[in-house]
C-alpha cells in the first residue's frame, strides 16, 4: 500500500523516505524551485537553504511513508511534515492524545473533524507546546485519520506559530488529496 498525495504549491517539497534514495539530487531540485521563486537570492542565503534541506531527512519521523518540506520565504528553517501509513487500528479513549502522547501544552488544542474519501475520518489538531525556559511557544499541527484499508498520521515538526499558520491551509490540501494506492 502507498500514499500518493497532491502538493499546492511549489514551497512544498517531497523529501525521499527511502533508505536506498541515498542521494542528494532531491537538495538540488528543491533548491532550484527556490530559486525560481526567489530570482534575488545570495549565494550564501542559497547555501544556507542547501544546508537545512540536507538534514531535512534527519527531521522525519521514524517510519513516515512520505516526508514533506514547506519552504514559503528564503530562510534557513522551514515546516517538515512526516506522514505514516499503516494498517488500521482501533485506537481507544482520545485520538489527540494518540497523536500528541503527553506532551506539555499551553491551553487546549484546537481540534475539528476531518474526513478525506478513500482514507477515513479523523481530526486535525494544532496546539501550543509549552515552551522551554527562555524561549517561544512552539506550534504544533497533526491529523489523525482512521479507515477500513489504514490508519493515516501527519505530523508537523513543531515550529513558530506564524510558519504553522501559513502553512495549515496548503497542508490541509495536501491531507485533502491523500489516497492509498495498492
Given at each position: 500500500?502507498?500514499l500518493e498525495?497532491?502538493?499546492?504549491?511549489?514551497?512544498?517539497?517531497?523529501?525521499?523516505?527511502?533508505?536506498?534514495?541515498?542521494?542528494e539530487?532531491?537538495?538540488?531540485?528543491?533548491?532550484?524551485?527556490?530559486?525560481?521563486?526567489?530570482?534575488?537570492?545570495?549565494?550564501?542565503?542559497?547555501?544556507?537553504?542547501?544546508?537545512?534541506?540536507?538534514?531535512?531527512?534527519?527531521?522525519?519521523?521514524?517510519?513516515?511513508?512520505?516526508?514533506?518540506?514547506?519552504?514559503?520565504?528564503?530562510?534557513?528553517?522551514?515546516?517538515?511534515?512526516?506522514?505514516?501509513?499503516?494498517?488500521?487500528?482501533?485506537?481507544?479513549?482520545?485520538?489527540v492524545?494518540?497523536l500528541?502522547?503527553?506532551?506539555?501544552?499551553?491551553?487546549?488544542?484546537?481540534v475539528?473533524?476531518?474526513e478525506?474519501?478513500?482514507?477515513?475520518?479523523g481530526?486535525?489538531?494544532?496546539?501550543?507546546?509549552?515552551?522551554?525556559p527562555?524561549?517561544?511557544?512552539?506550534?504544533?499541527?497533526?491529523?489523525?485519520?482512521?479507515?477500513?484499508?489504514?490508519?493515516?498520521?501527519?505530523?508537523?515538526?513543531?515550529?513558530?506559530?506564524?510558519?504553522?499558520?501559513?502553512?495549515?491551509?496548503?497542508?490541509?490540501?495536501?491531507?485533502?488529496?491523500?489516497?492509498?494506492v495498492?
Amino acid at each position: 500500500m502507498r500514499l500518493e498525495l497532491d502538493a499546492p504549491s511549489s514551497a512544498w517539497v517531497r523529501v525521499p523516505t527511502d533508505p536506498s534514495e541515498r542521494g542528494e539530487a532531491w537538495v538540488d531540485e528543491a533548491l532550484d524551485g527556490v530559486r525560481r521563486r526567489h530570482a534575488d537570492a545570495t549565494d550564501e542565503q542559497l547555501e544556507a537553504v542547501r544546508q537545512w534541506l540536507s538534514q531535512a531527512r534527519d527531521r522525519l519521523l521514524p517510519g513516515a511513508a512520505v516526508g514533506l518540506v514547506h519552504l514559503p520565504e528564503l530562510a534557513p528553517f522551514g515546516l517538515v511534515v512526516s506522514i505514516g501509513v499503516s494498517e488500521p487500528q482501533t485506537i481507544e479513549g482520545s485520538l489527540v492524545r494518540a497523536l500528541l502522547g503527553d506532551a506539555e501544552l499551553v491551553g487546549r488544542p484546537v481540534v475539528d473533524p476531518v474526513e478525506v474519501p478513500g482514507i477515513g475520518s479523523g481530526i486535525s489538531v494544532r496546539c501550543l507546546f509549552a515552551p522551554a525556559p527562555e524561549r517561544r511557544p512552539a506550534a504544533g499541527l497533526a491529523y489523525l485519520l482512521q479507515g477500513e484499508r489504514a490508519t493515516v498520521r501527519v505530523m508537523a515538526s513543531p515550529a513558530p506559530q506564524e510558519l504553522v499558520a501559513s502553512a495549515a491551509p496548503s497542508l490541509a490540501k495536501i491531507v485533502a488529496s491523500l489516497r492509498l494506492v495498492d
